[in-house]
């Protein structure tokens, strides 16, 4: 699966590290999405962005913060974290973020923060 | 958006067709059925979705009931390939809401 592309696919940091995660979809899509997936819990949405626009911040602590310089790429930036922020962090794209918009999600980058 | 349930664990034969239910009884007129699923510790995979009518695509099959309150996901030939935990996702907004899915077990 190429079409939505996640790097790093898995990180180790401590508390006090700065780290980015980065996510590309290759889809032409307009709309991208950060999930949070922990253990034994649901996907949880953080974060859409529509046409570079953010759209929808889920109540997400501040240590995480998004950023969308163009429809194709979207990061996710990563400051003081806490163990319990240990998770799969998920990036998806859709077509333009409409109701019933299939989203195409990445592999995924597995976070461990020690 | 609204809950859906789905049996836990199924187990399917190599070869033979896999039958995944699920129900979403408080399902609204405007809300998709959708299906992905899970490989371990990889991004979700998108199957299928559909509204009202029955679809069928080149991974699998989508059965809605008349009154939209359940629905079977069939793969019509499992592989060894297909297990994973499949999800069943009713929504009419981007809140991709993942419940707990059906753990699918393709046996040799």
């Known amino acids: 699966e190429t079409g939505v592309t996640q790097t790093p696919r898995h990180l180790v940091m401590g508390m006090t590290n700065k780290k980015s995660l980065k996510c590309e979809q290759h889809?032409?899509?307009?709309?991208m999405y950060w999930y949070k997936q922990s253990a034994k819990k649901p996907l949880e949405l953080m974060f859409v962005?529509?046409?570079?626009?953010?759209?929808e911040n889920n109540s997400v602590p501040s240590r995480f913060s998004p950023e969308c310089p163009n429809s194709s790429h979207l990061f996710l930036h990563l400051h003081t974290l806490q163990p319990e922020d240990s998770a799969l962090y998920l990036c998806?794209?859709?077509?333009?973020?409409?109701?019933?918009?299939?989203?195409?999600f990445g592999p995924g980058t597995r976070l461990t923060v020690l | 958006d609204a809950k859906t349930t789905q049996p836990p664990s199924m187990d399917c034969a190599e070869g033979r067709a896999a039958n995944l239910p699920c129900n979403h009884s408080?399902?609204?007129?405007?809300?998709?059925v959708y299906w992905y699923r899970q490989i371990h510790s990889q991004g979700p995979q998108y199957i299928i979705h559909?509204?009202?009518n029955n679809e069928t695509n080149e991974m699998a099959s989508l059965i809605i009931t008349e009154d939209r309150k359940s629905s079977t996901l069939i793969l019509p030939h499992a592989t060894l390939r297909d297990t994973a935990v499949y999800y069943c996702?009713?929504?009419?907004?981007?809140?991709?809401?993942f419940g707990a899915g059906t753990r699918l077990t393709v046996k040799p």
């Open positions: 408080t399902i609204s007129g405007n809300e998709y």
């Open positions: 889809l032409g899509h307009n709309a």
């Open positions: 962005y529509n046409f570079k626009e953010q759209t």
């Open positions: 998806a794209s859709s077509q333009d973020g409409a109701t019933g918009d299939t989203q195409y």
């Open positions: 559909g509204l009202k």
């Open positions: 996702i009713v929504r009419a907004n981007n809140d991709m809401r």
